[in-house]
Nanobody, 126 residues
Framework: QVQLVESGGGLVQAGGSLRLSCAASTRSFSSYGVGWFRQAPGKEREFVAAMAWPTDTTDYTDSVKGRFTISRDNAKNTVYLQMNSLKPEDTAVYYC???????????????????WGQGTQVTVSS
């Protein structure tokens, strides 16, 4: 029902910045809670950041708090992840996810999301 496409990944040196974008096909994007997850080689998928419905309340995993910012532009059907002060530990495939009217108490659980993008690679060199 909803297609999500990530973009903006790439190779960056430690301390640098990247801005990931996730374009959604739905015409009711403002009614969806959205999140970003990542999966590093040999590790399980990890929650990164989310923005909940209906308040747009944000949540971040501790390791990125203060460095990453999730935002959205409903007019463009797009959610963003601004990543600053990148570290080699941030290297992973980053996925955006969404669920209609996903509330804040569920946004950090990947099982709660039913729409997922294909992922975009972020590589941070030391």
């Amino acid at each position: 029902q909803v297609q999500l496409v990530e973009s903006g990944g790439g190779l960056v040196q430690a301390g640098g910045s990247l801005r990931l974008s996730c374009a959604a096909s739905t015409r009711s994007f403002s009614s969806y809670g959205v999140g970003w997850f990542r999966q590093a080689p040999g590790k399980e998928r990890e929650f990164v950041a989310a923005m909940a419905w209906p308040t747009d309340t944000t949540d971040y995993t501790d390791s990125v708090k203060g460095r990453f910012t999730i935002s959205r532009d409903n007019a463009k059907n797009t959610v963003y992840l601004q990543m600053n002060s990148l570290k080699p530990e941030d290297t992973a495939v980053y996925y955006c996810a969404a669920r209609w009217r996903l509330a804040g108490y569920d946004t950090n659980y990947d099982a709660k999301y039913d729409y997922w993008g294909q992922g975009t690679q972020v590589t941070v060199s030391s």
